[in-house]
């Protein structure tokens, strides 16, 4: 399987020749393809790394958890808030340290289904995207895929577009229809600190998932999809968390994301509201 593994990178990369560097570097329909075919490259590895019992690329070490912890200066039941970002596959959980969030942990995404956009509709087999908040009563430590919180889609936002769906998950195992699966060692960890935090007082916690990272570079080489100005909304409550380190306050005002800076010591644990100040 290794083998076929490093066949499917080959061609990847022939093809990325093949569709010529200037057209993949100057236009942004050949970046988007290009990374069209990186996110179907990292499933399949993805894929077989979970098939095989070991652990993804790039997943810390999870029996060091403690030494982890420590080294950040955090514990576990300090307040978290979480980051998704769906074109790298990757999930971002950050830890109070009583003073600002530090991140601690980069997990890999072992799966996600559609592509890059918000989930409009039940059945479109769409990941969503977009501002949520977890509480207790969307844990699920009994799930057919090992353990899951529910994302609360749809939320203010989606319900004022007509966005229809249910059980949006983040998961164990490698598989998902409109949800992200994360294995389940990982989703173990994730679990542990999520519970912990919730039983010492945080009575939500936020979790913010983006198309791709929000950097300008990115917002260029997809200024051409429909879903622009939309991320544009999104980059606005990304921009002040990485400014800040303090989750922004979001609210929906006339259907659209609006974002403020949250008040030193907010731990992203207020409701989505309508709110238009």
Not at 185 to 205: H, K, M, P, S, Y
Request: hydrophobic letters at 40%.
């Amino acid at each position: 399987m290794r083998g076929v593994i490093r066949i499917v990178r080959f061609v990847f990369l022939l093809a990325l020749v093949a569709m010529g560097l200037a057209f993949v570097l100057a236009t942004p329909a050949g970046r988007q393809q290009a990374a069209r075919l990186e996110r179907f490259v990292d499933r399949i590895e993805h894929r077989y790394w979970f098939r095989a019992g070991k652990p993804l690329r790039g997943t810390p070490d999870l029996a060091r958890f403690d030494d982890r912890l420590k080294r950040k200066g955090v514990k576990a039941g300090s307040p978290l808030f979480i980051r998704i970002f769906k074109q790298e596959s990757e999930l971002e959980l950050w830890l109070h340290n009583g003073k600002r969030f530090v991140l601690f942990a980069t997990y890999p995404m072992c799966y996600w289904s559609g592509s890059l956009g918000p989930k409009l509709r039940e059945g479109d087999g769409q990941s969503p995207e977009g501002f949520y908040t977890v509480s207790k009563a969307q844990l699920n430590p009994n799930s057919r895929w090992h353990r899951s919180f529910n994302l609360g889609f749809p939320n203010g936002f989606d319900r004022s577009h007509g966005r229809t769906g249910s059980f949006l998950m983040v998961h164990g195992g490698c598989a998902s229809i409109g949800c992200y699966a994360m294995t389940d060692a990982v989703v173990d960890e994730i679990w542990r600190l999520v519970t912990a935090a919730l039983d010492n007082g945080q009575e939500r916690f936020s979790v913010h998932v983006f198309p791709f990272r929000m950097t300008q570079k990115n917002m260029d080489w997809y200024a051409d999809r429909r879903w622009n100005d939309y991320w544009r909304d999104l980059k606005m409550g990304h921009d002040l968390f990485e400014r800040t380190r303090v989750p922004p306050r979001v609210a929906v005002c006339q259907k659209r994301y609006v974002a403020r800076p949250g008040p030193t010591g907010f731990t992203g644990d207020a409701p989505l509201d309508e709110e238009c100040t």
